[in-house]
């Protein structure tokens, strides 16, 4: 009852030729009527002429122990394409028919990192490349459709990079990493659980600082920006035309894109996909079996992480370092729910955050912004006292009672 992933991960297959923006309108005739049946009025985008031929390439990501195995996947493979007939809808009518297969060599797109001297160092900064619209689901609100977070989280990263590597060396990326996993990374192998991969954020391509999150303390007053986490209690605020109002908090802005783009934040493009299962006796579409991905476009932002290597030992976080170096510079394969391949580079100074932490209190005061959604306390905490008591006892831990909550701004999820 083990899941049995697939073993070869599809791009998507493109053409080249200039789509013609034009449509086919189709009707259906009453037998008895001679007529026009009513409602059977139907509209066919036409992007290609009748008869046209038209090349559609695309790469198939496989992994293979020699050139022999990888000889063989490329003709299983052609034969599994030379037996589709057509693609797409309306295939009985002559739409999609396939005329020709044909699949390239294998290429070995497995890189070695740069020789470099490691240093030891506890961070290493990561820059992730998609190279495909992704879909790393959320919580969902409905179950046909899987809409994708915008940040891809630290635990994804890490999990999608010892799947990588048990594919590399042949093994079930559904297992885990041993000490004895692999014998030339024995370090990393010996370490893996201690290595912490941070979120990573959204960035514009040409951006050379980490993203923000905002403080759920930031309010508004018209276009106005204010930061109220020092207030003592309700205010009232200037607007555009110096006029005092109430502050809107975050939950009622019409846009916060303003706020993300001062806190560094790309804004990547989305697309819906919309999928169904397949009766595979009648080869037609399953009722009601109709699901969607949302998924994100990757193409002008890139997402930035960090690595912590705080908590390997310091006799072996050199070799740690380097081991992860050559290990990521094979990518991560089949990212999310999409299996979208993901090219990953180390930066070789700490990529610096969009705004830089302030090392001093003000006025007496930490404020203190949490970057990633976390679960602090539990419920009965909550249920036993109330929220700010809860939170009281969860920051006297963590600072080993060296602060005090005195207010908070928080979203429940």
Known sequence: YDPMRGALYFDDFTSKSQNKDEVRYRIGIDAEQGAVKKGFYQVLDAPYQVGESVTFSGAIRFSATDIGAADKIKREVEIGLRWITSLGAERSVGFGRLLDVKVGAPQQTTATAKAVSATGVSVLSLKLSPKAPFCLARRRIDPNLFESDAIISGAAIKGSLASTWLALLGKSPNGAIEADTDSTRAELCRHFDKVRFTHAFPALKSQSTRPVTAPLSLVKAGKKVYDVAQSAGPVLLNNDDNELVAPEFAVDWKSDSDVQQDFGWA???????????????????????????????????????????????????????????????????????????????????????????????????????????????????????????????????????????????????
């Open 267 to 413: 804004e990547p493009e989305r697309e819906l996909r919309v999928r169904t299962a397949i009766d595979s006796s009648r080869r037609k579409a399953k009722d009601e079996q109709l699901f969607a991905y949302d998924k994100v476009v990757p193409h002008k932002a890139d997402w930035v992480c960090q690595i912590d290597l705080g908590a390997v030992p310091q006799a072996d976080r050199a070799k740690v370092e380097a081991q992860l170096r050559d290990l990521l510079a094979s990518g991560l394969r089949a990212v999310g729910k999409t299996k979208t391949h993901v090219t990953v580079e180390v930066q070789s100074t700490v990529t610096p955050a969009n705004h830089v932490s302030q090392n001093k209190a003000r006025d007496g005061v930490w404020i203190i912004t949490l970057q990633t959604p976390s679960l602090l306390c539990d419920q009965e905490a909550i249920l036993q006292s109330n929220l700010h008591d809860a939170y009281q006892q969860v920051w006297a831990q963590l600072s080993g009672d060296a602060i005090q909550l005195v207010r908070f701004f928080a979203r429940q999820l």
